[in-house]
């Protein structure tokens, strides 16, 4: 599940930039999970169940803080034949439209290409179809139900 990416590449005047890095202590993996329950359960009602999978534990998890609130999150799955998949990607809503969700794409992607993979796939709310169309993924197959919440599959392939 993919959500809240913002339109603008840069920060706002006068507000610090985001720090984007991998979630590596207890309290990073809480930071990241705080971000994923404001927006995920509360905003979008996302059921406990829906949002916390067996998936955690094996995923690399990222963080986007500014002056250390956390702000973002992602989560990157390395799966077989040289795949990645970047999930649970979510911006905070009051740090919206200063380009951290690119940030966090980005970094999710080179994390997934320095650890080997070469294509990658996510599943996109419907809306944010565009926004990932600018990191190189096309959509594949049908509208489908995530957690009462319309998706699409998109992939992208290198060389």
Known sequence: MNVNA?????EKAGQSPATVRLAVTDEDILKVMVVRGIVFIEEQGVDWEGEI???EAGAIHVLGEVDG????SGRLRLLPDGWAKLERIAVRPRWRGRGIARQIVRFLLEEARRRGATRYRLHAQVYLEEFYR????RRE???FDECGID???MVREEG
Request: glycine share 14%; aromatic share 10%; hydrophobic share 30%.
């Open 134 to 137: 600018e990191f190189g993924f």
């Open 141 to 143: 197959g049908e509208v």
């Open 69 to 72: 609130q956390p702000t973002a």
């Open 53 to 55: 999978d067996a998936h």
């Open 151 to 153: 998706h699409i599959l």
């Open 6 to 10: 913002d339109n603008t590449t840069g």
